[in-house]
């Protein structure tokens, strides 16, 4: 089986697969702090008709689609900066249009249905290694970029209108993130395919987000569950092809949202926790209240919640919050 | 009002339309410095929509507006602004600490692709102090209550040291605590002889900072001049029957929506 990893093809997906895992959730973590996750999913139909365009005109599909991705996601960009509540149905229009006219310019260019399930579905073993190349310069881009400018990205996503008053150019930072958005569809188009690229750039996110409090855990953690999802659903796919037909790219997804089905239960936990721990308030002169008759001697291995309340502590059982006072309980 | 002291906004003849409709008609405001100017009125007076003007986050549709005895056009020293907009809350889709955005308004003293400076932290640890939110720093801001997320807001506009700030709605739904809260901090601000522009509904516990006191009725200015109770400016003379004629409700929602989407928002 480890000889498998030395095949050259391995190797270029191998690369491919890293690269694309690190890419996608960097843009993503901004997408979705923009409440903007399914903008992915909507380059990455714009793409199908660059894909087309490619095959059609007999060029590079890959450079086809990059150029295509940017421009609508420009457009998606511009649409949503201009348009009140109603720009959502113009991004389905332009969504649907896409995959309509790239599925109609396949059939136009005499392709069959084969040729573009590659790009709609992943076909990550059969890169070349050009296209590694390719895949390697743009993924590097797009990972400098996000973690370079992360000062402005985070304050232009989280704040647009403070951030114009601070000086920032809003338009051309929001710009950006929808042209790296498109580039790392298309980064990933060979990887996971046009219709789960939107997968890589979420899913990894809202995995990461259950267990962080701060942007910047989040988007390291989130390219850090990308990159072993998608290096991990390639040598999945690749193991288990010995026995059965099994897809890189959606194994790579299927293994991300894993991923968040263990981070959400976690999550939860630890948060419910937090809050059960917080401090209660201090209010100054509590009226002297003792508990009824309490067998029970509490203390920090008793198990019951100990929550800190100014400068004792109040256990916390049943509906009440007992305090230590001399020998006897208070009610808090 | 005559003041001898530098005018740090001057805005003459100021209009404000949205949507093609003017909103805010014949503005004239004049903020010296150091001074803490009340800005009231009821929804749908204006003040919201003049202080966007203010800012530039509207364009104005006639008159000059000077910050800094700049011509607004070429005013770019925007360093010296410190804006807290109006929001229910500092969260956005993904988490972030109370550190990183308050941090966020240290960029107005950035450059680009350089890690922070000594004095970036300084000033960024100082904002979180002036709030009062030293233990919370390193929280996530969506686990904070409505009136904490508010402070960070403030804190945010602090961090870049700003001359000049506006604050628009700050204290909407806070509690009284808080509200003291935020009265200690924009008291030190004062102190240390910040301009301050405050929009609010109601004053509450921030009363006895005001020196001066505005009137917005219906996109004009109507008063200009000491300071008001909260029980003045909502007298009958300026009170919300007469500025609510029209019956569109909210803050924004100054023009009718538009049904097709690739209508322009009103702007």
Same mark, same amino acid.
């Given at each position: 089986m480890i000889e498998l990893l030395s095949l050259p093809f391995m190797q270029r997906a191998l !690369?491919?697969?890293?690269?694309?895992?690190?890419?996608?959730?960097?843009?993503?973590?901004?997408?979705?702090?923009?409440?903007?996750?399914?903008?992915?999913?909507?380059?990455?139909?714009?793409?199908?008709?660059?894909?087309?365009?490619?095959?059609?005109?007999?060029?590079?599909?890959?450079?086809?689609?990059?150029?295509?991705?940017?421009?609508?996601?420009?457009?998606?960009?511009?649409?949503?900066e201009r348009g009140h509540t109603n720009g959502d149905v113009a991004l389905a229009l332009l969504f649907y249009g896409g995959l309509a006219g790239g599925v109609f310019l396949t059939g136009l260019a005499g392709q069959s249905a084969n040729e573009l399930q590659q790009y709609l579905f992943g076909s990550i073993t059969t890169l070349s290694s050009t296209d590694v190349w390719v895949t390697l310069a743009l993924a590097a881009v797009v990972v400098l970029v996000c973690v370079g400018l992360s000062p402005q990205l985070f304050a232009v996503a989280h704040d647009d209108e403070f951030a114009r008053v601070a000086?920032?150019?809003?338009?051309?930072?929001?710009?950006?993130?929808?042209?790296?958005? &498109?580039?790392?569809?298309?980064?990933?188009?060979?990887?996971?395919?046009?219709?789960?690229?939107? &997968?890589?750039?979420?899913?990894?996110?809202?995995?990461?987000?259950? !267990?962080?409090?701060?942007?910047?855990?989040?988007?390291?953690?989130?390219?850090?569950?990308?990159?072993?999802?998608?290096?991990?659903?390639? !040598?999945?796919?690749?193991?288990?092809?010995?026995?059965?037909?099994?897809?890189?790219?959606?194994?790579?997804? #299927?293994?991300? #949202?894993?991923?968040?089905?263990?981070?959400?239960?976690?999550?939860?936990?630890?948060?419910?926790?937090?809050?059960?721990?917080?401090?209660?308030?201090? !209010?100054?002169?509590?009226?002297?209240e003792m508990s009824d008759e309490h067998p029970h001697?509490?203390?920090?291995?008793?198990?019951?919640?100990?929550?800190?309340?100014?400068?004792?502590?109040?256990?916390?059982?049943?509906?009440?919050?007992?305090?230590?006072?001399?020998?006897?309980?208070?009610e808090h | 009002m005559a003041t001898t002291k530098e005018t740090v906004v001057d805005l003459r003849g100021g209009a404000i339309a949205i949507a093609g409709r003017p909103v805010v008609r014949g503005v004239d405001l004049a903020v010296g410095s150091g001074e803490f100017l009340a800005l009231m009125g009821a929804n749908g007076s204006g003040k919201s929509t003049l202080v966007r003007g203010l800012t530039g986050l509207r364009p104005l549709t006639t008159g000059s507006l000077r910050l800094f005895d700049t011509p607004f056009d070429h005013f770019h020293d925007w360093r010296r602004v410190g804006f807290v907009p109006q929001r229910t809350g500092a969260a956005s889709g993904v988490p972030s600490s109370v550190w990183e955005v308050v941090a966020s308004g240290r960029l107005t003293r950035r450059r680009l692709l350089r890690a922070l400076s000594r004095a970036d932290q300084a000033a960024i640890d100082e904002a979180i102090s002036v709030v009062g939110l030293e233990r919370e720093t390193r929280?996530?801001?969506?686990?904070?209550?409505?009136?904490?997320?508010?402070?960070?807001?403030?804190?945010?506009?602090?961090?870049?040291?700003?001359?000049?700030?506006?604050?628009?709605?700050?204290?909407?739904?806070?509690?009284?605590?808080?509200?003291?809260?935020?009265?200690?901090?924009?008291?030190?601000?004062?102190?240390?002889?910040?301009?301050?522009?405050?929009?609010?509904?109601?004053?509450?516990?921030?009363?006895?900072?005001?020196?001066?006191?505005v009137v917005m009725r219906d996109g004009r200015v109507a008063y200009d001049g000491d300071p008001l109770a909260d029980h003045e400016v909502h007298h009958p003379d300026f009170g919300e029957a007469h500025t609510h004629h029209h019956t569109e409700p909210g803050r924004r929602d100054h023009s009718p929506h538009v049904g097709s989407p690739l209508d322009r928002r009103a702007r």
């Open positions: !690369l491919a697969a890293l690269l694309t895992g690190l890419a996608a959730p960097a843009v993503g973590t901004y997408l979705v702090q923009r409440r903007l996750s399914l903008m992915g999913d909507g380059i990455g139909h714009v793409a199908v008709t660059g894909v087309a365009l490619g095959l059609l005109t007999h060029t590079s599909p890959l450079w086809a689609a990059t150029v295509v991705a940017v421009l609508g996601a420009v457009l998606i960009e511009v649409i949503r000086g920032l150019n809003v338009r051309a930072y929001n710009v950006l993130v929808a042209v790296l958005a &498109a580039v790392s569809v298309t980064v990933a188009m060979r990887t996971v395919g046009l219709l789960l690229v939107s &997968a890589l750039m979420v899913v990894p996110v809202a995995a990461a987000q259950q !267990l962080t409090r701060s942007f910047r855990t989040t988007l390291l953690g989130a390219m850090a569950v990308g990159t072993l999802a998608s290096v991990g659903g390639l !040598l999945i796919s690749a193991f288990a092809s010995f026995e059965a037909r099994v897809a890189p790219g959606p194994t790579i997804v #299927l293994l991300a #949202l894993a991923g968040f089905a263990v981070t959400w239960p976690l999550g939860a936990a630890l948060r419910a926790r937090r809050r059960m721990r917080a401090p209660f308030p201090e !209010l100054g002169q509590e009226r002297h001697v509490h203390g920090p291995e008793c198990g019951h919640v100990a929550v800190p309340h100014g400068d004792h502590v109040d256990y916390v059982h049943d509906g009440h919050r007992h305090a230590a006072h001399g020998k006897h309980y208070d | 929280q996530g801001v969506s686990q904070l209550s409505g009136g904490q997320q508010q402070r960070v807001l403030i804190a945010r506009a602090l961090a870049g040291q700003p001359d000049l700030f506006f604050l628009d709605e700050p204290t909407a739904g806070v509690d009284l605590p808080n509200q003291q809260a935020l009265a200690e901090a924009l008291g030190t601000l004062k102190s240390r002889g910040s301009t301050i522009v405050l929009v609010a509904h109601e004053l509450g516990a921030l009363a006895p900072l005001v020196d001066r006191s």
